[in-house]
């Protein structure tokens, strides 16, 4: 129906605006612009439209902008949704988490620039991204379910029932996952991106990870990620050898190990350049998309922890 195309399309618009929403955190970040609109919010130095708007106040109200008009686009999405597909769950629970998520961003995003303590503002920040990532990976479900309810699809993927063990790891793997994001936002927020200078895989004396210099907390996101590589093969080895015939898991899983390897070099080049802007957004991009793949396998597995007839 016409109508359901409509809203199928406004899926895809408000996707794009909540990746850009997200991207231009990360410019926010990279370039120390935080603090250009002072500490009013959600408005400019105290002004609508400011007398003087040097880059990094355009960058940060841009931010803002952009970051409004996403939360109003998951609203509508997230109603319209509702309204067309009242009894499906998977609608009603991806579109309220969006709606929740893009909130709880925003108020932290509202309290990271009206709050001066310098430890638990990074701390904010950090947890300012992951929500983010949240809120983008449910759009991005509900995208994906929308498409899915369009071709017929069945909520959990053909072929071998997948077992409650392998659920729990798939779930497992996403909530690492979250976790080993939160080590990259802590790297970009304690300015420790630089933190082993330009060598890899070494790190001068620094061996272990920890929190008390930039070199430990860059080890620590290091050692994060090396971990995460590792899960994710052993999760398209046990997918290839056991659900060979489930044809959205296996795509889903190669996906997945494509990106983590992707994700890897983006950090080498990271390090290798300076940690300049574009190799930055870069691994940000790649790592949201990843992310937004682990999260799609969780919907194809289901809630391992429910008991199955």
Request: glycine share 10%.
């Amino acid at each position: 129906m016409k109508k359901h195309a409509t809203l199928r399309f406004l899926s895809i618009v408000t996707a794009l605006v909540s990746y850009f929403m997200l991207l231009m955190g990360a410019i926010v970040t990279k370039t120390g612009s935080g603090k250009g609109c002072g500490n009013s919010w959600p408005i400019c130095k105290g002004e609508l439209i400011p007398e003087s708007m040097p880059l990094e106040s355009i960058i940060e109200y841009s931010h803002r902008i952009i970051s409004s008009g996403a939360g109003m686009l998951i609203l509508a999405l997230t109603i319209w949704s509702w309204i067309v597909y009242r009894d499906n769950f998977r609608v009603k629970l991806f579109g309220i988490m969006s709606v929740f998520f893009v909130l709880l961003q925003g108020a932290l995003g509202a309290l990271t620039v009206m709050f001066e303590g310098p430890f638990i503002k990074k701390f904010m920040l950090a947890l300012h991204f992951g929500f983010s990532l949240i809120s983008f990976a449910s759009v991005m479900l509900l995208v994906i379910q929308l498409y899915r309810l369009r071709d017929g699809k069945p909520d959990k993927s053909s072929g071998t029932p997948l077992s409650r063990g392998f659920g729990w790891s798939v779930w497992g793997l996403a909530t690492y996952t979250y976790i080993a994001v939160y080590s990259g936002a802590l790297v970009r927020h304690m300015e420790a991106t630089m933190g082993c200078g330009y060598e890899f895989p070494s790190c001068g004396i620094t061996k272990f990870p920890g929190f008390g210099s930039a070199a430990e907390i860059h080890m620590l996101h290091r050692y994060a990620g090396i971990l995460l590589f590792v899960l994710t093969l052993c999760l398209l080895i046990v997918v290839l050898r056991k659900y060979r015939d489930n044809r959205d898991f296996v795509q889903g899983s190669w996906i997945a190990m494509i990106l983590i390897t992707l994700q890897a070099i983006a950090g080498i080049i990271t390090v290798k350049t300076g940690g300049v802007l574009m190799a930055a957004l870069l691994h940000t991009t790649i790592i949201t998309i990843y992310f937004t793949a682990i999260s799609y396998l969780c919907m194809l597995a289901g809630a391992p922890w429910k008991k199955r007839s």
